[in-house]
């Protein structure tokens, strides 16, 4: 199992980013997919989670509801998550995750919103 994140950056309060996640080594379509992030010196925590194959139910951690969109491409082995009117406060690491019998992650991309 390998998942590597991308399109994190450095971003102004109010301005959007895509983050991807480019999965591979096990049947992507099967499989519910989530982004957790990290922020320095808190837990990491559950963003955004979709459910396996049509991916229809996603559900969301509430400080990014409205903003934040978590979506699938079944067909590319890929992850997104379209993140909107970004804050200070999403300042964090973030980490694709699957459960396949245990928890699988990739190395994060760093997204950092600033003034």
């Given at each position: 199992v390998r998942l590597v994140e991308s399109g994190g950056?450095?971003?102004?309060p109010g301005e959007?980013?895509?983050l991807s996640c480019t999965a591979s080594g096990f049947s992507f379509s099967w499989y519910n997919m989530h982004w957790?992030?990290?922020a320095p010196g808190k837990e990491r925590e559950l963003v955004a989670s979709i459910e396996n194959y049509d991916g229809n139910y996603k559900n969301y951690t509430n400080a990014v509801k409205g903003r934040f969109t978590i979506s699938r491409d079944n067909a590319k082995n890929t992850l997104y998550l379209q993140m909107n009117t970004l804050e200070?406060?999403?300042t964090a690491m973030y980490?694709?995750?699957?459960?396949?019998?245990r928890p699988y992650w990739g190395r994060g991309t760093q997204v950092t919103v600033s003034s």
């Open positions: 950056g450095l971003v102004q959007s980013l895509t957790y992030r990290q200070p406060e999403d980490y694709c995750n699957v459960v396949i019998l």
